[in-house]
């Protein structure tokens, strides 16, 4: 299992508190349309991400940020960087 897959596979379980509609997630599924995410919603989540993986994602990533697929990317970029 790469990096990449465990950071995957944690966001998954990171997700599931918040998926009210038991969406299927994929790497595709989009928080907004697909959960249907509010913007409360999304900051919890995206707390519970810096949480996990010891990380600061700025405001600014975070609003270009609209699928599971680009949060893995965007975390195992923030954690090389780190």
């Not at 998954?12 to 697909?34: M, S």
């Amino acid at each position: 299992m790469t990096d990449r897959d465990e950071t995957y596979a944690k966001i998954r379980d990171l997700i599931a508190p918040f998926n009210k509609k038991g969406a299927e997630i994929g790497e595709a599924t989009r928080f907004q349309q697909d959960l249907e995410w509010d913007s409360l919603t999304a900051m919890d989540f995206v707390a519970s991400v810096e949480d996990e993986f010891d990380i600061l994602i700025s405001m600014n990533k975070a609003a270009e940020i609209e699928t599971v697929g680009q949060m893995v990317d965007a975390v195992g970029e923030l954690r090389t960087s780190a």
